[in-house]
């Protein structure tokens, strides 16, 4: 008992040093003086990120299971009505995830289709009367209202709603939790900023902030609620655990995708290899049940609109780009413009990546300056927009219409023709008006339109190309919610349409076909997926024949673009400073080991089994840490009496210490507790709650002598390494199992030895975290550390 | 040192004492004396399994890096060209993967078609000539030539080829090697073999048997060619290790299945869902490649047998069941029938699982009576396949061509037409016959059939039905490579069909699509697969209007098939006794630590870091382990002097230990090496060489007398667990990091305490195996072993 006492004494002593060394920071109070994310030199720096538009304080999410006495009791104690409850309810969020992202997606759909439809209703109409200022002033005024909403919006209530929010939900399902990101309040600001900014005619789409409100709305369904009015049904105790809600998030997601696309097999797919870090096999299938209800109620929907029920929503509306028609003819010969085009669409790919990546560097400098300069930058955006969109129509010719044309009526009369007639006479089209004067989802429908060779003129489409190209990068960073998908397929039709009438007297592939390739090379050489989007893309354009010169196009595109730079989503992750975590550890990792990253770090504070209250009120507003090993003087069995032996007990987290506290659940004497004392004060319900403050706590004097016993509470199971492990298949095993602390134990065994070394987060296993505390690494990044 | 010592003389004595109790069994002399693979009762059993349709001994593979000094050292002086040579072959393997199983895809497919279609040919033209008799001699005695070839080669030159080979890839992805799986030899008889299976009209397919070839290929290149004919390309020695071999194989599954099927997608999903444990989103970029390639290879030879260039490989040929054609249409009111199917696809798939269970239990016992009985019992089913299906199409009644079908010719005067005349006079047709006297493929396709609602009698369609669950039943296990879907498209569509039929009146979906919807049912009722099975449809039927209610389906029925039993690969990996595994711990494992694990095996045996040569040889010869800690007397460097501590240095491999007696790199003195020595003595290349057996090496008895340092080939960083861990999380580690061996810790750290507890291995985590060796859990399988 001697020892032991030494022991506390001498954690207490280390803890008072650092507290008095380390300059403690509270980084929420932080936030607006940290412009672009400037990270400390030490291993643990206080983790903050952009998310949203925002700066806030992230927070590692515990996927382990967390084997503690608790946790075991109420395990064994289920029964198995109650395992049949949870899969079940498992089945029915799965079920209702779909349901309502499905919804959703229709509501947004039609409000768009009708909202942009009567605005470029009444434009026309002033443009036919001849009163161009008055049509211009009318599309301006209705773009700029519905931006303000947009972005009040997402500036006032919500900043976590502005942007696609696929990076934040990446990080998320890789272990980095983004407070306010799936909230009740994100999620109405999603919907209604989504379909203000898309019915404004930016440059965005709906997309990304689909694949948003899919998680939110998962989110939302496994708590039971926002946060505030919570369902408290007892089936849905079994999801208050950040495991299930992966899951659920992912279902989201890809129901998400689904969504936009109409491509269930391909929402699976992306959420797979772009979004998920951890997957199997019956998430899978549970994913895949998710979009099949998305994609019945959209069917549903689309069968009810057919009729006209649903305003100007016509029968096109949601199957984005059907090319079924064509029957798709390609022989050899033709696979030297699909490799150019996929070796274009790589380049201008990563150029694009590069060139967003500088902007959304401006962008951050803006926003911080505060609401009224995101708002200006927003608007300022908008009128822009409506200025290109109105005005370029008028400097291209007039074409007539082609009298031989199989489509009936040109100049169109509808809304959504292929051949507008904006200010042109009687028997001619302009086909920058068809491109420009309509929504995004329509621009795309009319590029990518087949059989009409003759319909673009290819200075139309390089002013088309370049005014979207300056758009897709001003309108991204935007505080709206934006996708990045429609953007970059519109750019990509656009470049892909010019080539194929460049190459038109080598090739028999139709034009239309050429704008489909060139939007998918660039949506690789941007985003570097390939099967997810060569299934989407298959799902779109409803034409199994493209399948093989698309993969073609998809993999040579990933490749050149990948020799350039990572992809769009990797470099915003990077910019927002989440801390994802790589599936592949840097090369030089394998030449330190974890011992060493142990001894950079500040001393790892420990706690005994049975510890006195003052030391854990201490350890708790000294530290910001999660974790605290548990050791013990152990005694162990066979060898007799205490020998000075040290006994590593388990892992216990900062919540569950404050929830100790404050249930005053403490001891008078220095004592284990019983089974049943355990069970009478905590369920495992409580501890599933989170986010108390140390700060909430108060102990009175007396209670600060007391003990408390931590053994019921400690996670006896935490992964672990030895000191000698390379720090490269530490973080394999980190990101493989899903960890947030990983303990490191010493490779001696003597008496006198601590039983952790130290302890590991995902911070600390970031490479540029490791490079900053050892600054040697980054000159002879190989040999000489190495042993 | 003393410590030290004692340490060393201990273990010496425990091995000795090991060596005594332990009865030694050679596994390779003792399989034919153990019918059913009886498991021993301790958790080290020897490790021995069914491969194709013989007993072998099989080994774990080692997926973890293994970080010695030679790997580091390796791996450190590897130039940027050396990186980038490894990419590059990378990238090649891939692509020859893709070619040439898309090659050796055209060659079986070619050759089946040829061979079948003058059978079929001559067979038509005896009964034209009403020479019945003749007829069914010509036809049983050409099955029963090409049934002799593929079983006399399997029986004799390569077992392993014999079945689908689809569990055993499983086991190899998951771990575990089974022997003669991959070799040349295999790949020839199951080329061979897998021709004269299917021409000879066999109740199979060569679906499965793609799989094992493209794998087979893939580990042929990634290893230089046969074993004894290695190309000793320099580049091709970065894949000689068993990781890279892993992807490789990856990409050769991906492929087999998207050549049996022309779907690259549903390849690489296959690959995903069914038979990888472990996925990378670069692997899956890889596979993807690998199966474009595929494709291309595909297409370019269906091009050019178009012309007729290939005998009767007719245009048809690879896209099996094309209903493009038909505008599918349905709607909510079909929901009902749609569920039916997936209930009762679900319902009878599981009990195809069960019964094929039972017969292939009855299988094992007379395979293992001898080569003579496996040939015989392969000739038999083929005889009652001819006769059933030559005779049974004379029991139904011809039909009258219908003038009114949109079929041109009835009877079809062709082979592969929908209305055989066989014995029925002109203008009338012999449905049965129609499905029997043909190749599976083209049964397929003409059950397939649509806008044919009164073509097939449902009777015939029900004897139809009923000779394919009997022949699926039977065929399945004899000792030709066989795959499992045909057979099991052939029954569904046949209960699909005749579902449609009975239905007809209250529905309006076409009979051919009943067909390939209960096809679908029966596959994930026993398969289990879910969006795999879904995109293989999607491709095979290239009809993108069927997603919906094929995924409907496909949820339904495999939801059914869980209820009762495991998936048919799951019960066949179970059957072989390969030693998978599962994702998912069982709830059990909880209550139980490895520490528990740790005590019902023999003690665990460890080296010390500079050992002597007889210790390792005794160690050698009288355990069949193949790691060894390896434990050193530590001199904490912070601490001074000796005190008793000892330090886990890491650990050796078998494999290399027996290479250091081979190569006799011994030292006079106890003593550790330079760095220079080591490099002089050992490339990493030597490390990957396997195989040797300690029975090979020979050791002089002065040279038992030195010493071998084993710091330089231990891996100083294998994964640990502490001993406190539950089997659960233990195995999740174990398999989501792909380990061989995992050392457990003590939880103390006290003098005297030694530095390893025990080792864990793939069958110590087995159910199956602690259930046998800890007697208890079984009857309390909840409470009481917790703590």
Redesign the interface.
């Known amino acids: 008992m001697e020892d032991f006492n030494k022991l506390v004494e001498a954690e207490a002593a280390n803890i008072q040093r650092q507290g008095e060394d380390e300059e403690e920071q509270d980084p929420e109070s932080n936030t607006l003086h940290q412009p672009l994310l400037k990270r400390n030199l030490t291993l643990s720096s206080s983790p903050l990120a952009i998310v949203g538009a925002k700066v806030s304080h992230i927070e590692s999410l515990d996927y382990e ?1 967390n ?1 503690n006495d608790l946790f ?1 009791q109420d ?2 104690s289920r029964s198995k009505t109650e395992v049949l409850q949870y899969i079940f309810s498992k089945w029915l969020l799965a079920f209702l995830v779909g349901l309502l992202t499905g919804l959703i997606a229709t509501l947004i759909n039609l409000a768009v289709e009708n909202i942009a439809g009567y605005k470029l209703f009444a434009v026309v109409n002033y443009i036919e009367q001849k009163r161009y200022l008055m049509g211009f002033i009318y599309m301006a005024g209705a773009n700029f209202l519905l931006t303000l909403v947009a972005a009040v919006l997402c500036v006032c209530f919500a900043p976590t709603a502005a942007g696609p929010g696929i990076p934040e939900i990446k990080a998320y399902l890789n272990g980095v939790d983004t407070p306010n990101m799936f909230g009740a309040t994100t999620l109405i600001v999603k919907i209604i900023g989504s379909i203000g900014a898309v019915s404004a005619g930016l440059d965005l789409g709906k997309e990304g902030p689909l694949v948003h409100i899919g998680s939110c709305i998962a989110s939302l369904l496994g708590q039971g609620g926002p946060d505030n009015y919570r369902i408290r049904w007892r089936w849905l105790r079994y999801f208050n655990n950040d495991r299930d809600r992966r899951d659920l998030i992912t279902c989201g997601s890809s129901s998400g995708v689904c969504a936009a696309f109409r491509s ?2 391909g929402g ?2 992306f959420a ?2 772009e979004v998920a870090t951890w ?4 998430l ?2 549970r994913t ?2 998710s979009t ?1 209800v998305v ?2 109620v959209l ?2 929907f689309m069968e009810y609109c057919k009729s006209g029920n649903c305003g100007l929503f016509g029968k096109g509306g949601l199957i984005m780009f059907d090319v ?1 028609g064509v029957s798709v003819r390609y022989h ?1 010969e033709d696979i030297i413009p699909v490799a150019v085009i996929g070796v274009l669409g790589g380049v201008l790919g990563s150029l694009y990546n590069h060139f967003l990546h500088k902007v959304l560097k401006v962008y951050n400098i803006i926003n911080e300056k505060g609401k009224l300069h995101k708002l200006l930058l927003s608007l300022s955006v908008s009128i822009f927009t409506s200025i290109c969109m109105y005005g370029l129509p008028f400097l291209v010719k007039c074409r007539p219409c082609d009298a031989s044309s199989l489509e009936s009526s040109c100049p169109t009369t509808g809304r959504a023709g292929n051949f507008k007639q904006f200010n042109c006479p009687k028997g001619y089209y302009n086909d920058l008006a068809t491109l420009l004067i309509t929504t995004n989802d329509n621009a795309v429908r009319n590029i990518f339109s087949i059989n009409t060779p003759t319909e673009f003129h290819i200075s139309s489409l390089a002013i088309f190309f370049v005014l979207y190209c300056i758009l897709g990068l001003i309108t991204f960073g935007i505080a709206v919610p934006s996708g990045l998908f429609l953007p970059i397929i519109l750019m990509g039709s656009a470049y892909g349409r010019m080539l194929g009438i460049a190459m038109g007297p080598y090739t028999k592939i139709d034009q239309g076909l050429y704008a489909v390739l060139g939007a998918a090379s660039l949506m690789a050489g941007s985003m570097r997926m ?2 997810s989007l ?2 989407i893309f ?2 779109l354009t ?1 034409n ?1 024949l493209l ?2 010169i698309t ?2 196009v998809l ?1 040579i595109a ?1 490749t050149v673009g990948d020799c350039f730079n990572p992809s769009i989503y990797d470099i915003i992750l990077e910019l927002k400073g989440l801390p994802f975590l790589d ?2 550890p840097e090369p030089w990792m ?2 330190i ?1 974890v011992g060493e990253l142990a001894d950079v770090k500040p001393p790892v504070i420990t706690l005994s089994g049975v510890e006195k209250v003052s030391h854990i009120v201490e350890v708790l507003k000294n530290t910001t840490h999660n974790g605290f090993p548990v050791v013990d003087a ?1 005694v ?1 069995p066979t ?1 007799g009496s205490a ?8 892992l216990v987290l900062r919540a569950h210490l404050i929830l100790v506290l404050k249930k005053k659940w403490f001891l008078q004497e220095r004592r284990r507790t019983e089974e049943w004392e355990v069970r009478e004060k905590f369920t495992s319900i409580d501890l599933a709650e989170r986010g108390g403050k140390i700060e909430e706590v108060t102990v009175t004097k007396d209670e600060m002598e007391m003990y408390v016993d931590l053994h019921p509470l400690s996670n ?2 935490p ?4 000191e ?3 720090v490269a ?1 530490a973080m ?2 980190f990101r ?2 899903g960890l947030r602390h990983m303990l490191i ?11 952790v070394v130290g302890i590991l987060t995902r911070q600390d296993l970031r490479a540029h975290n490791i490079l900053s505390a050892l600054p040697q690494l980054k000159k002879s990044n ?2 000489k550390k ?1 042993h």
Do not use: D
């Open positions: 299971i084997e075991k395990w064994r269930p097999v699976v797919l797979l290899e997957w199997r096999s019956a899978l299938w895949f049940f099949a994609v019945v069917r549903a079924s050899a390939t099967v060569c299934v298959l799902e409803n199994l399948l093989p993969m073609l993999l990933k599936a592949h394998r030449n080991t152990g162990i060898m020998n000075g032996a040290t006994e590593l007990h388990g006896t199971t992964y672990t390494v030895v000698s492990m390379s298949k394999v095993l493989q199992v134990l010493p490779k001696y065994q003597a008496a006198g030895v601590y039983p190989r040999g190495g």
